[in-house]
């Protein structure tokens, strides 16, 4: 079972790409909680040059009110990444996490459809921006 699904984005800056996600991730729910810029981190960090790439940790508040319902401590696991990454050929790869995956190491057979609701839904992201 693959931890991620992905999309490439053709012929378009990391800041258009990050415009669509974001609209995308709204239109099915999603806020944007946090954001780390790992070209900037990396930089001034370790002095290391990366290629531009974003991480969204994104959250839906009512899938997430539903799985710390659940187990609460789940939100461990919160909120969900989705990833902005420019490739050697400019495109960007568009990831996001598969919660089904993530969320197996959880012990309570309750939390699966909403892992499977979330994925539906992060799915359906990756689907708007293609």
């Given at each position: 079972m693959n931890y991620y699904t992905s999309t490439l984005l053709r012929s378009q800056s990391i800041e258009a790409a990050r415009e669509k996600v974001m609209n995308a991730l709204q239109n099915e729910g999603f806020g944007v909680l946090t954001?780390?810029?790992?070209?900037?981190?990396?930089?001034?960090?370790?002095?290391?040059?990366?290629?531009?790439?974003?991480?969204?940790?994104?959250?839906?508040?009512?899938?997430?009110?539903?799985?710390?319902?659940?187990?609460?401590?789940?939100?461990?696991?919160?909120?969900?990444?989705?990833?902005?990454?420019q490739l050697e050929n400019g495109d960007i790869e568009v990831s996001a996490i598969d919660p089904v995956a993530a969320m197996s190491a959880v012990r309570n057979d309750r939390v699966a459809p909403v892992a499977a609701e979330v994925r539906e839904k992060l799915n359906r992201v990756l689907q708007q921006l293609s």
């Open positions: 954001e780390i810029d790992i070209q900037a981190t990396m930089k001034k960090k370790l002095n290391k040059d990366y290629l531009p790439h974003i991480i969204l940790g994104a959250c839906n508040p009512v899938m997430a009110d539903k799985v710390l319902q659940l187990e609460p401590n789940i939100s461990t696991m919160l909120p969900c990444n989705v990833t902005l990454r």
